[in-house]
Structure formats: C-alpha cells, structure tokens
C-alpha cells in the first residue's frame, strides 16, 4: 500500500518560514492535500490539488508537488499556525501521513 | 452556510456496533459525497471509506472492508457510518467531512464523534 512520510516536528520562530515536507514513491504524479489540525478541533484544508487555497485560507500559505516531495510552505508564521499537518493523497484509496506538529517559538 | 453536524459520543462494548450520524446543511446533498475519517487518541488521520450521496456508491478501506457500512438518507441530508464487531483499537473520533469525490479533498468536516469501546 501507498505510504506518505513526514517529519514527526517542525519549529520555526514567529515571523519566519516554516517548510513541511511529504514524501511518497512518485508523488508529483498524484494531487497533494494539505490540512491543519488543532487540539480538540477537527482538520481544516489549507492546500488543495498541489497548490490551490481554499477561500478563507491566509496567502501565507502556499504548496508546491514535484518529484517524490510535496511541501507546504507558510511564509511569515504566526503563533495561531501552531498545529498537526497533515498530507492526503489518493492512491487506490485516501492516504494521510502521519502528521507534522509545527511548533512556532 | 455548510454544516455538518454529528451525533453525541458513544460507549460500547467489544463486539457490538456503532452507528455515527452526519447531518448536512448550506449546500445540495446529492451533489457532494461523504467522506468519512477517524482519529485514535494521540494519533493520526485514517481514512474510512467514501459514499456518493448521489448514488449510494462506497468506497471503503480495505482494512476495514466487511466491518463497515456508510449510507445516506437524502430526504433528510445525512450520512451513516456503521461500525460492526467492535474492538478496543476502534476507540476514536469518528468524522465525516464532505467531498466531491472518494479522490478528492475533504473541505468541510464535522465535529467528530467520540466512540469508546470498552472489553
């Protein structure tokens, strides 16, 4: 079955960019998904198909898809960006990876 | 606006079922399927399996093929998802978020229902 693989954390100071990698056999070939999730809330979407914002989604936000890696970007993070994310293909059937916890200090 | 709204958490015992509603509002049903995801404590995203709110066509994990079963009642815009021989390792919270398709994204979601099976 298809496996997705990111790092389990990511720090990043307030204001900087935080880079979240996701990594899976041919991966450029597929859609990437991105969403966010804070504790006790459920998962918001913030990239679809590569690249694309969902309306209501900060511009800081931005996703990119070539080759084995996908990767969200947040450019000039901020403290309420704290949370898991999450990537999501489809591949036979929906596959996640097991979670990023972005931690802004 | 959308809305999908969840049924109350549920404790159950080893080997008993579930049966989780999703209630959707702000949109047309039929025109978005229902995907449904869960969530064991302290860990990560799993895909359940998607139904077509059109049509009624599934597509279910295959871990869990045979255990579960999603429907939708379209006269009253809500999803099922009905869990079968219950295990501990199926303690979770349980949602449904809508999707244009089994391939696709998950772009509004419900508040999780908490499902607690207990031996």
Redesign the interface.
């Known amino acids: 079955s298809y496996e997705l693989t990111q790092p389990p954390s990511v720090s990043v100071s307030p204001g900087q960019t935080a880079t979240i990698t996701c990594s899976g056999d041919k991966l450029g070939d597929k859609y990437t998904f991105w969403y966010h999730q804070k504790p006790g809330q459920s998962p918001v979407l913030v990239i679809y198909q590569d690249n694309k914002r969902p309306s209501g989604i900060p511009e800081r936000f931005s996703g990119s898809n070539s080759g084995n890696t996908a990767t969200l970007t947040i450019s000039g993070t901020q403290a309420m960006d704290e949370a898991d994310y999450y990537c999501q293909v489809w591949d036979s059937s929906t596959v996640f990876g097991g979670g990023t916890k972005l931690t802004v200090l | 606006q959308v809305q999908l709204v969840q049924s109350g958490g549920e404790v159950k015992k080893a080997g008993a079922s579930v049966k989780v509603s999703c209630k959707a509002s702000g949109y047309t049903f039929t025109s978005y399927g229902i995907?449904w995801?869960r969530q064991a404590p302290g860990q990560?995203?799993?895909?359940m399996g998607?139904i077509s709110s059109y049509n009624g066509n599934t597509?279910y994990?295959?871990k869990l093929q045979g255990r579960v079963t999603m429907t939708t009642d379209t006269s009253t815009s809500t999803a099922y998802m009905e869990l079968r021989s219950l295990r501990s390792d199926d303690t979770a919270v349980y949602?449904c978020?809508r999707a244009k398709a089994?391939?696709?994204?998950?772009?509004y979601?419900?508040?999780?229902t908490l499902v607690t099976v207990s031996s």
């Open positions: 995907t995801v990560g995203l799993e895909w998607w597509e994990a295959q949602y978020a089994a391939a696709g994204n998950f772009d979601w419900g508040q999780g």
